[in-house]
């Protein structure tokens, strides 16, 4: 069966900091990733999503990237957190055209 | 432009049955997901509709009407265990999901 993990949990960083986010797939080959963000109170939004290997696909512009640089990592990051960067972070993955699918998340808290 | 409205909150008792609405105008359309998200917790899927009509699971169903843009959860036999937020997502094409922000349902004894 397909498992989806991410690391850290939570995560309390000084405004200006930088920020890695990470989530691995397990089970599965080639499947389309995802990165949402859930601010307080708004809907989850999405920040970038993938379908293979380096390639990257920016739903958002913002101090945040993506990269992908094995077929079940993927990567959040940025060089300078902002305190409106402060949410829940969630990787999901799809296979091809499916149901997609929610890791655990990471909370974030910029100060 | 994307817009899925569903209400915000919702209260029911325990062993009603409670519908939670959604209406949604995006740019491409190729079926309608829910999701139940606990405080705290990520998202975990309930149902997807590609059709009209109704699809059951259980104590869940979900319905569809794409002429309209409208879609239900319904819930059955309410538990205490079913008070979570519940998201509505268009599937916009090529798995690209626009949310609502999500109806929270509270269900008393």
């Known amino acids: 069966s397909q498992t989806i993990h991410q690391w850290p949990a939570t995560l309390v960083q000084p405004v200006g900091s930088p920020l890695s986010l990470e989530c691995t797939v397990e089970g599965t080959s080639n499947p389309n990733l995802y990165w949402y963000r859930q601010a307080a109170g708004r809907g989850l939004q999405l920040l970038f999503y993938?379908?293979?290997?380096?390639?990257i696909s920016s739903e958002v512009p913002q101090n945040l990237s993506a990269s992908r640089p094995q077929d079940r990592q993927f990567i959040l990051s940025s060089k300078k957190l902002l305190l409106s960067d402060s949410g829940f972070y969630l990787c999901?993955?799809?296979?091809?055209?499916?149901?997609?699918?929610f890791g655990p998340g990471t909370r974030l808290l910029v100060l | 432009g994307q817009n899925i409205d569903q209400p915000t909150e919702m209260t029911a008792t325990e062993g009603a049955i409670v519908q939670i609405n959604c209406t949604y105008q995006t740019s491409g359309f190729n079926g309608l997901f829910w999701y139940q998200q606990h405080a705290g917790e990520a998202p975990t899927f309930l149902s997807y509709n590609v059709l009209d009509g109704l699809e059951e699971k259980g104590r869940f169903s979900s319905f569809l009407s794409r002429s309209k843009g409208y879609s239900y959860l319904l819930l059955k036999e309410l538990q205490m265990k079913d008070s979570a937020s519940y998201l509505c997502?268009?599937?916009?094409?090529?798995?690209?999901?626009?949310f609502g922000t999500g109806t929270r349902l509270l269900v008393s004894p």
């Open positions: 993938s379908v293979g290997i380096g390639q």
């Open positions: 997502a268009s599937n916009t094409g090529f798995q690209k999901l626009v």
């Open positions: 999901a993955w799809a296979q091809g055209a499916g149901t997609q699918y």
